[in-house]
């Protein structure tokens, strides 16, 4: 089990990057990882800070989260050995430096500059051209270091994309707990309650959580953060991601039309339910008040997609069961789910 060793939430946290570096023993080199908006937001004030500290300091900027990036990368780190990466960014650089940083062997800090997906604090990376649709295996950050300084000045889409990924896990556990009943996979209640309670708190404070309310968004990073670590307690992405990610995966390479990991996941959850027998209205409910998509409409999709998404989201990864192998959705029962929980009109 491979765990962050310190998380730091709050306002105006940025400059703990220093203390945090020193007090893991890794100042003296530091490689930057970010793109052009979060190295003018954060970026560069961690580099002028560490710096200041006597840490020499490089930045590279990515765009992408292809593994082109990630060799881009890795050929920096072999070049001038540092010490500690430090990932800057969304969702893509935080992959693409928690994956490099993993296959060089050096430590990881995650600095997120919004609150879209657990990411931010897993093990796992969502990386293009791996020819797998789906999150890897990497390590978890050493350290994760959240300003709701900076991330409540993001687009509060973003955000509502976190809730999306934080209510699939009432359907990614139920996954998990079907794959071991059904397959005699590995079950760990522990890491399964604590994916749980998140959606759960989640769904509890949704009407906290809106543009501008730091409490709300405090609560979904701490959300977010408690997946990532499940994850880490699990050994895979299982607790946390399930049928609604497959979904979510499958709608990428049907349609692809930048809505986010969150948004896609959130709208398979509310399918995925409907399937299990569980509180769909409910989910749906939450994403609503948290101002996260609940239809093909909202989610800038065309209906057909979202049948032909269902119809192959258990091709996307054959070796994880789910509820998508007990239910074989073929045309007409996918447009009837969709139909029926409110997804398509
Ligand atoms: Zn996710």
């Known amino acids: 089990m491979q765990l962050p060793r310190e998380v730091i939430i709050g306002k105006g946290v940025l400059r703990c990057v220093v203390e945090v570096v020193q007090r893991l023993g890794l100042s003296g080199s530091a490689l930057i990882i970010a793109g052009q908006t979060s190295c003018e937001i954060a970026g560069k004030k961690i580099r002028d800070m560490l710096g200041q500290a006597g840490t020499s300091v490089d930045t590279l900027l990515v765009e992408n989260a292809t593994i082109k990036d990630v060799v881009m990368i890795e050929e920096r780190m072999k070049a001038w050995r540092p010490r500690v990466l430090i990932g800057v960014g969304g969702g893509t650089k935080i992959d693409v430096a928690k994956l490099s940083s993993s ?16 990411g931010i604090a897993s093990p796992v990376a969502a990386v293009k051209g791996l020819n797998k649709p789906y999150s890897v295996m990497a390590q978890s950050p050493m350290a994760i270091v959240a300003d709701t300084d900076i991330i409540i000045r993001s687009d509060y889409r973003f955000t509502a994309s976190g809730c999306g990924d934080l209510v699939s896990k009432f359907t990614s556990v139920r996954d998990w707990e079907l794959a071991y009943k059904v397959k005699n996979e590995y079950y760990g209640e522990y890491a399964a309650s604590l994916a749980l309670m998140s959606a759960r708190l ?15 968004l405090r609560l979904v990073l701490e959300a977010l953060i408690s997946c990532g670590v499940a994850m880490s307690i699990a050994g895979s992405s299982k607790p946390c991601s399930g049928s609604e990610h497959l979904f979510s995966h499958s709608l990428d390479l049907v349609q692809s039309n930048g809505s986010l990991h969150g948004e896609q996941c959130g709208v398979g959850t509310i399918m995925m339910a409907y399937l299990f027998d569980i509180d769909w209205k409910g989910i749906k409910d939450t994403l609503q008040k948290t101002g996260s998509p609940t239809t093909a409409e909202e989610l800038g999709v065309e209906p057909e997609s979202i049948i032909t998404a269902l119809v192959q ?18 045309y007409t029962s996918a447009k009837k789910l969709a139909k029926v929980t409110g997804i398509i009109p």
């Open 103 to 118: 296959r060089q062997g050096i430590p990881f800090v995650s600095v997120p500059t919004t609150a879209s997906h657990d």
């Open 202 to 216: 989640i769904t509890k404070n949704a009407e906290a959580i809106k543009p501008g309310a730091e409490e709300g």
């Open 313 to 330: 989201a258990c091709t996307i990864r054959p070796e994880r069961y789910t509820i998508l192998n007990t239910k074989q959705l073929d």
